[in-house]
């Protein structure tokens, strides 16, 4: 089989996309997601934690096992602060967990940004916000997450 045939399967199949929310999301959510977009609103933490348990679902079938809120600062590059889904049990098990405040809203350290270079960690704080006008994908078995970042 030739692998340009593949195209149109594989095309976006590592994309949270519109179809994948709409297939996945309770139908009242996805609407009140759309709504908090088209709106500019501040998203609902009822909402986010559906989205972000489907989101991580989805990101798990793919094979992903982390995830990262990703950003592009002022200095033409990506960058990206990393958790994973995997949370351990006393038991010595794990299980899988993201939750809303997590997509959200993360605390990367800014230290290594030109905006904090000069101050102690504990002083260079940054912040992402999920950006969920920009689909998230999965990027090297992590699950990416568009985001604004604010030092």
């Known amino acids: 089989m ?6 149109p399967e594989l095309f976006g199949s590592l994309v949270f996309s519109d179809s994948v929310m709409k297939e996945r999301l ?10 908090t977009i088209k709106e500019g ?4 933490i009822t909402v986010a934690t559906v989205v972000a348990n489907a989101m991580k679902d ?3 079938e793919k094979g992903a096992t982390h995830f990262t809120h990703w950003f592009q600062p002022m200095t033409g590059i990506t960058a990206e602060k990393h958790d ?4 351990p049990q006393k038991d010595g098990r794990v299980i899988m967990e993201f939750s809303g405040k997590e997509l959200i809203q993360g605390e990367p350290d800014a230290s290594s940004f ?7 960690t504990f002083e ?24 604004a970042f604010c030092s």
């Open 58 to 60: 989805w990101a798990i």
């Open 84 to 87: 994973s889904f995997i949370s």
């Open 26 to 35: 309770p139908k009242d959510i996805y609407k009140s997601l759309h709504k």
């Open 124 to 147: 260079a704080r940054g912040y992402t916000a999920w950006d969920p006008t920009s689909y998230a994908f999965i990027k090297e078995n992590s699950l990416c997450i568009p985001t």
């Open 2 to 7: 030739n692998k340009a045939s593949n195209v």
């Open 114 to 120: 030109p905006s904090g270079g000069l101050r102690a």
């Open 41 to 44: 609103r501040n998203l609902d």
